[in-house]
């Protein structure tokens, strides 16, 4: 028999679902806006795949835009800010730096179910300006902050040539975009693009970016030399 002190009164177990609620409140709704988009997904719909009411869901969030924006948030803008913290401390090669840095995208927001809320703001997105201004403050903004850090890191460090940051900033963002569009557009879901592994994937289009901004000695500028 169970000592008493483990047992869990009923009490204690419809305070700790009603902790949990929350989390699973939005797992269900990050669900619908990815298969259905934000128009289509009703807040009856959360509640049934949540399996509570739809009063249930307005005690925690009072709007499905408010909903939606605590979605992103949880599932990408609280990400993005580990991401930075990590990076920070980070004391190698500015090559590595940014390697390491779409690996990091792809473990915590492109191979999960998150990715495709970019899918949803580049089809709705325009049909809903509230949900574009925040998706561009709350996710676009910091992204690219991140990405510049790394690209300027090599500028100063003189590792990278010193080009525009955000020229960059777009080449390795359409790399990252590309591969969470090919999880959940059909054109791009066929055999041919399912069977890149994305690690791998990300590894080679970092080493080529990073050759791309390597910066040349003045011999092989003289020369007309490539990047090495």
């Known amino acids: 028999m169970p000592a008493p002190a483990l047992i869990e009164r009923p009490g204690q177990r419809r305070e700790r679902r009603k902790q949990e609620r929350p989390g699973e409140l939005l797992e269900a709704?990050?669900?619908l806006f990815v298969e259905k988009g934000y128009a289509a997904t009703r807040i009856e719909e959360v509640a049934l795949r949540a399996g509570v009411s739809k009063g249930t869901v307005f005690l925690y969030f009072p709007s499905k835009l408010e909903l939606f924006k605590e979605v992103v948030h949880c599932n990408i803008s609280n990400r993005l800010e580990q991401w930075s913290?990590?990076?920070q401390q980070f004391e190698g090669s500015?090559?590595?730096l940014l390697r390491l840095t779409m690996l990091l995208w792809w473990e915590r927001i492109g191979s999960t179910p998150a990715s495709g809320i970019s899918k949803l703001m580049m089809s709705e997105g325009h049909n809903f300006p509230e949900i574009a201004d925040f998706f561009h403050r709350a996710v676009i903004q910091p992204g690219q902050r991140i990405l510049r850090s790394v690209?300027?890191?090599g500028i100063d460090r003189g590792e990278f040539a010193p080009?525009?940051?955000d020229h960059a900033v777009q080449g390795v963002i359409s790399v990252m975009v590309f591969l969470a569009l090919s999880r959940h557009c059909?054109?791009?879901n066929s055999r041919e693009f399912m069977s890149i592994d994305p690690v791998h994937y990300l590894n080679d289009q970092a080493q080529l970016i990073a050759r791309?901004?390597?910066r040349t000695s003045p011999a092989q500028q003289a020369s007309g030399g490539g990047r090495s």
Do not use: K, M, N, V
Request: net charge negative; hydrophobic share 50%; glycine share 4%.
């Open 151 to 153: 690209i300027q890191r």
């Open 163 to 165: 080009i525009h940051p």
């Open 212 to 214: 791309g901004l390597a």
């Open 29 to 31: 709704a990050l669900t």
């Open 85 to 87: 913290d990590f990076l």
């Open 186 to 188: 059909a054109p791009l």
């Open 94 to 96: 500015s090559a590595e």
